[in-house]
Every structure is written in structure tokens, then in C-alpha cells.
């Protein structure tokens, strides 16, 4: 069996808001919860599972490779819920999107400060 990425954990003050967040900016289905956790399901069978936390939240990293069209549903959520988002991941570019490998991407952060990154390329991929 080839290794894939199962699933990972996501710390968050509100696990519920959070999770909800996900499942509707990215247009997934609602959280399930299994256990501690309330679960995204990404539609390669990876699920970002949510929990409560009262610790100081480490910010991570989470790409989506998501199609043209996909992504411009996506975008249209972000700027209706007017997020600031930016085209490179040092939040410099405030209010652009990247083209890099000839696709289009854009970074945001969720409501716990986690960096979001959406993209239609892989890195490395295009001319």
C-alpha cells in the first residue's frame, strides 16, 4: 500500500467554530465527530480533525490543491466574508493573488491564525 497522509490534528479555541469554518469556506461537508474531535473530510479521504484547546496555539500551514473552478467559488467565499487574504505566505501582499507555476494562489488565516492556501498548481509544477 503506498503512504498517504490519513489525517491530522488542528488545535483550536473552538472546535465547532472552527471545524464549520473549514467545511464551509473550502465547500466540504458539514463535521462529523469522532471521539474528541470534530472532523473535516477533504475529498481525498484526509480528514483535519478539530479539537479544543487551552494551550497557546502554534499557527500552521494547510494547502488545498483545488481546481480553477473551485477555486474561484472558494475566493468568492473569502472576499464575501471580506478575510483578508494575501498572495504570499509572509502576508505582504495584502489583497493579491499569486500565479505561480501558471496557476493562481491565495493565503488566508482561519479563526485561530492557522494559514490557509489555496491553489490550482502545485509548487514546481508549472512553466
Known sequence: MPIQLNHTIVAARDK????????????????????????????????????DSAEVIATQHYAFLVSEDEFD??????????????????HRQIGEINTNDGGRGVYFDDPD???????????????
Open 16 to 51: 465547532a467554530a472552527s471545524a464549520q469554518f473549514m467545511s464551509e469556506i473550502l465547500g466540504l461537508p458539514k463535521p462529523f465527530a469522532f471521539g474528541p474531535f470534530l472532523c473535516v473530510q477533504t475529498d481525498n479521504d484526509v480528514t483535519l480533525d478539530f479539537i
Open 73 to 90: 467559488v472558494i475566493f468568492d467565499r473569502i472576499k464575501d466574508r471580506n478575510l483578508t487574504y494575501w498572495a504570499d505566505p509572509h
Open 113 to 127: 491564525g492557522h494559514a490557509l492556501e489555496i491553489l490550482t498548481r502545485p509548487y514546481g509544477s508549472g512553466s
